[in-house]
C-alpha cells in the first residue's frame, strides 16, 4: 500500500471514534436538570487566588477579536509587541505577567476602599478580551494590526446603552473602554488613531512616564532613518501631534526626570508638537505632594465631558526600587504609593482608554513588584472607569466628597474644633 494510503487509514483510525463521540452529542445529550446545574455551581464555582487560568482578575478569557458579537463596557486587551524598543526588550511578555499578577483581585474581595465601590461587583461588565497577535517581524504591519484590533474593540456598542442611568454621559455614552497591557510604548500611537477615528476630534493625553516620549526621529538619527525606524517607542508622540491625535491645548506628562540631548535643553524648548504637553516632573512631588499633583494635572486637562482622554501609563514613571522590570529604568521616580494617590485625585477625569505598559518580567525581581505594580494600577484605572458611571457621587478619597481637598489631618481637625469654640465664645 502506498504510504500516503498508509497514512491515510491510520489518520481515520484514530479520528473514527471522535468523529463517532461527536455525532453523538450532537443527537442524543440529554438536557442536564436545573437542580443539578444549581448544585454544581454551589459545589465547584469558588476559585482562590492562587487557582484558575491566568486572566485578568479572573475573569472568564473571551477571544473578542473572533467574537464580533461579544458585548463589553470596559475591556482589557493585551497587545504582547515590544520590537519598538531602543534599549532592554521583552515588554511582549508583559500582557502575561501583569494578568498573573492580579490574581488576588477576585471580584468577591476587591472592594476599592479608597474610591467607595467595588468595580467587578457594580454595573460594568468586563471582559479579558485576550491579546492582539501582533507580528515580531514587521512594525508597520504590527502597528497596522494593533490599530485594526483597537478599532474594531472599541467601535462595538457598549453592553450598557447611552440612556441608561449607568456608564458615562457625554462623549463616550454607549460606547465601551479598552484597558490596554503592553508591549512597549509604541503601542499608544495605534490606539490614538483609533480613538480618533472614533471620537472625531483629537484626544487629551495625560501621560505618566520617566521620558517625554516626543522625540523627533529626524534629531535623533537623520542620516540611518527609514519609515518603520520613525515608529519606535520614543517617538510615537511626535507622530501623533503632527497627525493631529493629540489635544495641544490639554494634554500633561507626570513623573518626567529624563536626562536630554544634546548641550543644552532644546529637547524642552525647540519649536514642534510636543511643545502641546504640560510637565510635570517627578522631583515637584516633593513641593506639591501627591494630591497637588493630582489636582495641577486635572487644572490643566479640565473635566470636560466632551473631550476624551487617554491615560497612557509606562511603569517606568516608578522607580526602579519598586519597579525594576522594565525596558529603561531611569531612578528617582515615584512609589507605588505616591502613584496610587495621583490616580485617585484624577479620577473625575473624561477618560476613555488607557494602557499600562513597558513591564518587562525578565528584569523583574523574585516578588514581581513590577508586575505586581501594574495590576495594582490597573485595579486603580478599572476602578476609576467603572465610578465614573455609577451614576452617583460616591466621595473621593476614602469617601471625602471633595476629592481635589486633602484628607484633614487630626491637626486640622483640632485647630477647627479651637476655632469653633472661641466663635461661640
Not at 440529554?30 to 469558588?46: G, I
Not at 456608564?167 to 460606547?175: D, F, L, M, P
Not at 490616580?343 to 473624561?350: A, P, V, W
Amino acid at each position: 500500500m502506498p504510504g500516503w494510503k498508509t497514512a491515510l487509514v491510520g489518520f481515520l483510525a484514530l479520528a473514527g471514534p471522535a468523529f463517532s463521540h461527536s455525532h453523538h452529542d450532537n443527537d442524543e445529550t440529554e438536557t442536564v436538570p436545573e437542580d443539578r446545574r444549581a448544585e454544581l455551581l454551589h459545589k465547584w464555582e469558588q476559585e482562590w487566588p492562587f487557582s484558575g487560568v491566568a486572566s485578568f482578575a479572573h475573569m472568564k478569557p473571551v477571544k473578542c477579536l473572533i467574537e464580533p458579537d461579544e458585548r463589553y463596557d470596559i475591556a482589557i486587551i493585551g497587545a504582547p509587541f515590544d520590537t519598538a524598543v531602543s534599549y532592554r526588550p521583552g515588554a511582549r511578555f508583559g500582557p502575561r505577567a501583569i494578568r498573573a499578577a492580579s490574581a488576588r483581585q477576585m471580584p468577591g474581595t476587591s472592594y476599592n476602599a479608597r474610591a467607595g465601590i467595588n468595580p467587578y461587583l457594580s454595573w460594568a461588565t468586563l471582559k479579558d478580551c485576550g491579546d492582539i497577535p501582533v507580528t515580531p517581524f514587521d512594525n508597520g504591519l504590527a502597528e497596522r494590526q494593533m490599530y485594526e484590533a483597537f478599532l474594531e474593540l472599541g467601535s462595538r456598542p457598549a453592553l450598557t446603552p447611552a440612556d441608561s442611568k449607568y456608564g458615562t454621559k457625554g462623549i463616550s455614552a454607549g460606547k465601551p473602554k479598552l484597558l490596554t497591557l503592553g508591549g512597549d510604548h509604541s503601542i499608544a500611537l495605534p490606539a490614538l488613531r483609533a480613538l480618533y477615528q472614533i471620537y472625531q476630534k483629537p484626544i487629551t493625553v495625560l501621560h505618566f512616564d520617566a521620558h517625554l516620549d516626543t522625540w523627533n526621529p529626524v534629531r535623533y538619527a537623520s542620516y540611518w532613518l527609514s519609515d518603520q525606524s520613525r515608529f519606535n517607542h520614543g517617538s510615537f508622540f511626535h507622530i501623533a501631534s503632527t497627525e493631529g491625535l493629540i489635544s495641544n491645548t490639554t494634554s500633561a506628562h507626570g513623573g518626567i526626570r529624563t536626562r536630554l540631548t544634546g548641550a543644552d535643553d532644546s529637547d524642552y524648548t525647540n519649536p514642534g508638537p510636543e511643545q502641546g504637553f504640560m510637565r510635570v516632573h517627578a522631583d515637584d512631588i516633593d513641593d506639591l505632594g501627591p494630591a497637588g499633583v493630582a489636582k495641577k494635572l486635572v487644572d490643566r486637562i479640565g473635566l470636560d465631558p466632551e473631550q476624551p482622554v487617554y491615560l497612557s501609563v509606562d511603569i517606568d514613571v516608578l522607580d526602579p526600587g519598586t519597579a525594576p522590570g522594565t525596558g529603561t529604568p531611569e531612578p528617582g521616580g515615584w512609589t507605588t504609593r505616591e502613584f496610587i494617590r495621583i490616580l485617585r485625585g484624577i479620577e473625575k477625569l473624561n477618560i476613555v482608554g488607557a494602557d499600562i505598559v513597558e513591564v518587562s518580567p525578565s528584569y523583574d525581581n523574585m516578588g514581581e513588584t513590577t508586575a505586581l505594580a501594574a495590576a495594582q494600577v490597573a485595579f486603580e484605572i478599572i476602578t476609576t472607569m467603572v465610578k465614573a458611571g455609577v451614576g452617583e457621587d460616591l466621595g473621593g478619597w476614602y469617601g471625602n466628597k471633595d476629592s481635589d481637598v486633602e484628607v484633614e489631618t487630626e491637626s486640622k481637625k483640632q485647630q477647627k474644633t479651637e476655632s469653633s469654640s472661641k466663635d461661640e465664645l
